[in-house]
């Protein structure tokens, strides 16, 4: 059997960690089964790297931040390939140029393209672990580029469907993929199993557990993860096509906190104002979520979107240097504390009537709604910062997820 | 005018050295002139990594060790390239991989083989400055090596010789080439020129200026070098191939405590011997210096020779794998406690008196000496760590360096 295991930060931070993983590698791989391990850097490392780049300059080009950053996965892989080699089993450390991990041209927040497998290939037959850098790729000018945050899980998948892997196991510091983030819904429970589609909108929405690109990947290879623990032997949750048991009308609650809204008032009135804003921003690989347009006064009119707090400046500011032309408008405006709230589950679709229930549990604690967006398996709304706690327990116990 | 600039792990130590380097560079740019510059690890990052390296495994294999240490350049290139944007010139970060800086396939202390030069020439002409790692190169299977310490001035010199550079300028924390270390050495002179051949016996011998290889490529292919300190403007000293200055009888004493000697004792008195113990060595890329070899008793003879400290276990080792075949003797004797003292000058060739006035100078002040060496053009003595300071002062003194 060939497995892909992906650890995180927090499963190599030290010493101790990094030989517990090795480990855990070395009995699969003593079971007679071929290892390939992914890993992201050690515990804050990515972070430290972002500081001293700031420190230094505050606007570095992201081409030279991706060239910093991949130094923590390197650091990583080839004290894990001296770690297992000190337990007696022959190991091999690979980055993205060894294993030719080809990706779009962009910086920062790249997409996998390509991936050679020729040299893992040649080193599992040589009877070796093969330990291979998460997060970071080679585009078509040899420049490092960087799967944006959480990329690991997306190498790990790629490699997984790249060779055509038996298992793709993703260790995390949690058990497996819950109905609620236990540390916020204290009878939060762990589920057995969840569609692609599902953890899709949990992993978009903030349930940290998986990167969304990995699961999107994973979908589109039919690649079945686990996602478990690195700290205990309990069994995770399977992520897959289709699941077995009988679909739940909803599968999790999910709240957001990385999140902040922008408000465009007074855009002129005029077809194709909505394509150039998110066509700016799209240009620059910002990512928008909810979307809202509404009828501003003066025949102009209001849009209102969310992005993830680290975009907000950037997308300010793309709108402002548009403000003057193409992008007319009165104001932009900001709002930071805010958050997201979603509930997600495969059997929403026949169930018109969850929405309701959801608005109504909120409704019931008092939080206010500010704005509301929904999909085929998904209804989020956002709310102020401060009441996400109490607004997810009231979803939660809404829709007996603890039961 | 073509510059390749080096700056050793001190000159980047932290993000002040950082930006004053960034500066010094840019001075040279603003002034019409192209710029490369090579560049160390920051400070003891190169300390710190093997640190935890060997917390892991103190065994860990050299190809892993490389991999790991190259993070180290790469961490500097790159903020190197952040800081000289921050100051609006616009530089770029490669690696050894982007280069292609090709190396013999040794880890650990390999050489460089062949380096490509189309990428940095585009982004030359592309008005960049451009940053290059220092110390590391790319292996025939795609794997990372090192040039050992001190190799980033030997990226630098080969660099220079591959872009046919105009001037390739070796930044370090002292003013230049010295009579004696200064620390040492009260009235140590700065020399304003050194030949290579000098500069070469000063840098195998520990004046701790450049590494020898650098010396040996910048003499094989014509590289003017100078050696000038990164903290202050002086004016420091040029290495090349004819000095037009008076040839002094000597140019400078060089001291170095980083040795050890090994004694071989009761190998048989038969043909071949040295060659096995000495090629067993070079296979295993020790380098041995100083060697002296004398009659033992009943037809056997013993062998003792000089290594650098780091490599006198491994040496040990090999020695003691083949003592019970083709190395047949009664004992392998290390003794730890030694340097080595060398007195160098282009001029010595046509003086024969010049080592017997070291020997007077070191009985003088009651010094031992265990081993003698000399070439023509240096005279090298082994003796007790203990006497170093006292002993270098005592040549110096006796040459009148200091006048």
Known sequence: MLIVKKFGGTSVANKERILNVAKRCIEDY???????????AMGKQTDVLLDMARDINPKASKRELDMLLTTGEQTSVSLMAMAMDSLGVSAISLNAFQVAMHTTSVYGNSRLKRIDTERIKHELEDKKIVIVTGFQGINQYDDYTTLGRGGS??????????LHADACEIYTDVDGVYTADPRMVKNAKKLDEITYDEMLDLATLGAGVLHNRSVEMAKKYGVSLVVRSSLNTSEGTVVKEEVKMEKMLVSGVAADRNVARISVVGLQDTPGVAFKLFNHLANHNINVDIILQSIGREGTKDISFTVTEDAVDEAVAIIKRHSEGSLKCQSVDVERNVAKVSIVGAGMMSNPGVAAKMFEALYGVQVNIKMIATSEIRVTVLIDDKSVEVATNAVHERFALGL
Chains 1, 2 share one sequence.
Not at 30 to 40: A, E, H, M, P, T
Not at 153 to 162: N, Q
């Open 153 to 162: 899980d997306t190498t790990a998948v790629a490699l997984a469907a790249a």
């Open 30 to 40: 003593q079971k007679g089964n071929q290892v390939v391990v992914v890993l992201s």
